[in-house]
């Protein structure tokens, strides 16, 4: 087989077609990135095959200024957009430490967030996306829009705990918050291929498991996540997109229901939370 581009290369893997080599995609950690002063396009130099841009904004609130709650040498703690209180390391990136979240009711979804998740210009970041998909043009790579899904949009409002249980004591709450952020997710999507064309593929951050478990049963899946996933799957594939869908942690039950979603690609196997490639 004669060497096949970066494009080519991820396009067939996703169709399940031979290839010349495995394909090569790498995350590098923000500290990194300071650490080793590596610069913004740097996907080419190393060989990648794959090259992704995260578009959208997708804060609740997009005209809150972050207010400081507390502060000291190493931290910073601050109430955003979302309504969350939040803190960060100053020395590092790390996972930010959940304080607090006042939306922990569907009235206060309702009142607060809802409102505020209509599609607009304004939480996307046309240039950046323009910008990028010329690089990957330019570069013979694969081009995916990427993003987050419903499971990952919801615990920056709620927290993970008052989601997960509102599973339970509300469930009609959180499929409504489902079902919002998938249909907004789609409508900033058709505003931005419109005007920006296509990528090569979509890409979904959804990470659903922790160490040797899922955060939810594979009913819960059906009922919540599935349908959420299944609205936006279904609108990348009206599309000729094909869906990588990235999560960490233990996922191994979710698998079926998930490819019954529609993706094409699982990314990441996480081994270090009990994922076994083989076993899978």
């Not at 930010?96 to 607060?112: A, T, V, Y």
């Not at 819960?220 to 299944?230: E, I, Q, T, V």
């Not at 993706?263 to 996480?270: A, P, S, T």
Request: net charge negative; hydrophobic share 40%.
């Amino acid at each position: 087989m004669m060497d096949l581009t970066g494009q080519e290369r991820i396009s067939r893997i996703l169709k399940r077609q031979p290839v010349d080599r495995i394909g090569l995609y790498e995350h590098f950690w923000g500290d990194t990135h300071k650490v080793w002063q590596i610069p913004e396009y740097i996907e080419e130099k190393l060989g990648f095959d794959m090259i992704e841009y995260w578009a959208f904004n997708m804060v609740a609130d997009l005209d809150y200024v972050n207010k400081t709650v507390s502060e000291d040498e190493d931290t910073i703690t601050q109430k955003d957009g979302n309504y969350a209180t939040l803190r960060k390391h100053k020395k590092h990136n790390a996972t930010p430490e959940h304080i607090g979240f006042e939306i922990d009711s569907k009235n206060k979804w309702d009142e607060l967030i809802k409102p505020l998740l209509f599609a607009s210009d304004r939480r996307i970041n046309f240039e950046k996306y323009r910008s990028k998909k010329q690089y990957a043009k330019d570069h013979n790579m694969f081009f995916v829009w990427s993003g987050v899904n419903a499971f990952e949009l919801m615990h920056p409002i709620t927290g993970h705990v008052n989601f997960l249980m509102g599973m339970i004591d509300d469930p009609e709450w959180v499929e409504d918050m489902c079902m919002t952020y998938a249909k907004l997710t789609v409508d900033l999507q058709q505003i931005l291929f419109e005007k920006e064309g296509y990528p090569d593929g979509i890409w979904y951050y959804e990470d659903m498991g922790f160490k040797n478990s899922p955060f939810i049963s594979c009913d819960m899946y059906d009922r919540f996540l599935y349908p959420a996933h299944k609205y936006t799957i279904d609108y990348a594939k009206s599309c000729n997109l094909p869906v990588i869908m990235h999560s960490c942690g233990f996922v191994e039950p979710l698998i079926p229901n998930m490819l019954k979603s529609g993706i094409d690609c699982l990314q990441v196997i996480e081994v270090k939370a009990g994922m076994d490639l083989l076993r899978i």
